[in-house]
């Protein structure tokens, strides 16, 4: 904007989130949300303060950016203008709020050091609890919404939309012979899954089909099925599938391991998460029991228990862990340990020799 509409970029009158928005219209009250600040890069984790160096690095005048509140901090109430445009009641408090995936961990109860969430959605997300505050470029950086607390976090670019893309383009046999036996099609898909062994008979998969996020950054990242024979069939892609995002979930808890993070308890959340078969392959290649939430609010009830601490309506943040409900607990089969770590091994590899120079990826010119 500074370079091509100048005379809008003088005009910036404020800079804040998404939510900081709303928050203001509902207010009149100008305030960005901690983690909004820190993603922004505006935040130096070593005084938590807004720096005016690193605001200056984004040309952005430092009046442009309102104070820094944590998420259950009240920062005003809901006007009467606000009131009668949304409803609700003039005077209501609002508090800072929270991003979608940190909210959603308080919800799923992760709110100790070392609890780890899993959300299986149109994307996979690994979210880490943690009282130790360690940025590292291979990975985001959040506050968890416990003070005291930080959240490491890595998200991938996909997930169940690609096996949605799959099945979309390539099971239109098994969606009839699903519909047929009245399950859904990836009901049946698991099932041909789990008949195939841990491995997939040497198949590979690259789950990089929009680039990928963390933790290697990489957008010109492709997605990749390496080893595929006559010999397979679509029990083992799509088992492939399955074991790519367990493998790249790994990547994420190396790195984790890496930054001195200890990862303790797995909890696994979602719609991907329904899958019994595609945890079991995670507990598996993690070599670490894998415990489903079922009926999962997602960060609603987060997002609300936020709200309770910062009206006065409790002090607990542990209490919300009476909203979580949990389904089975899946606990690795060591059996399987040799075989994962081979082929976590050569995924890894794999893409290292994708990405090295003068490797020419898919969609670029030879």
């Given amino acids: 904007i500074e370079r091509h509409e100048p005379e809008v970029f003088s ?5 804040f989130g998404s939510y900081d928005y709303i928050n203001w219209r509902l207010t009149g009250e100008r305030a960005v949300e901690q983690n909004w600040a820190l993603e922004a890069g505006f935040v130096d984790v070593s005084t938590h303060r807004i720096d005016d160096d690193l605001v200056a690095l984004a040309h952005i005048p430092r009046s442009a950016v ?9 920062l005003g109430s809901v006007s009467a203008k606000a009131a009668d445009e949304t409803g609700l009641m003039a005077g209501t408090p609002v508090v800072g709020g929270a991003a979608d995936m940190i909210a959603s961990a308080l919800g799923a109860g992760v709110a100790k050091p070392g609890d780890v969430l899993l959300k299986f959605g149109g994307s996979v997300d ?8 360690k940025p590292d470029p291979r990975m985001y950086l959040d506050y968890h919404l416990v003070p005291g607390l930080f959240m ?10 690609a096996l949605n893309w799959f099945v979309r383009n390539f099971a239109g046999g098994e969606i009839a012979a699903a519909q047929a036996e009245g399950i859904s099609v990836h009901q049946r898909l698991d099932a041909l899954a789990a008949e195939r062994p841990a491995g997939a008979e040497g198949l590979i998969i690259l789950p990089y089909f929009l680039g990928e996020k963390t933790p290697i950054h990489d957008p010109a990242a492709r997605g990749v099925i390496d080893g595929l024979t006559l010999s397979h069939d679509i029990g083992h892609v799509w088992r492939a599938l399955l074991e790519a995002y367990a493998f790249a979930i790994a990547h994420h808890v190396e790195v984790l391991n890496d930054m001195g993070h200890r990862t303790e308890r797995y909890l696994a959340s979602d719609g991907g998460s329904s899958s019994k078969v595609w945890m079991q392959i995670v507990a598996d290649v993690l070599q670490k029991p894998v415990q489903r939430l079922t009926g999962h609010p997602g960060s609603c009830i987060g997002a609300a228990w936020t709200a309770a601490i910062g009206t006065g309506l409790t002090d607990d ?3 919300v862990s009476g909203f979580v409900s949990f389904a089975d607990r899946l606990h690795p089969d060591p059996r399987k340990a040799d ?3 081979d082929g976590y091994r ?12 003068g490797a020419t990826k898919a969609g670029s010119p030879s």
């Fill in 11 to 15: 005009r910036i009158a404020t800079v």
């Fill in 66 to 74: 309102p104070r820094k509140i944590a998420s259950h901090e009240i």
């Fill in 126 to 133: 690994i979210l880490i609890a943690t009282d130790q505050i």
């Fill in 152 to 161: 490491p976090n890595g998200c991938m670019s996909t997930g169940g939309s």
């Fill in 317 to 319: 943040w542990s209490g």
């Fill in 339 to 341: 075989i994962y770590r």
């Fill in 346 to 357: 050569r995924y890894r590899d794999l893409y290292t020799r994708l990405s090295a120079p």
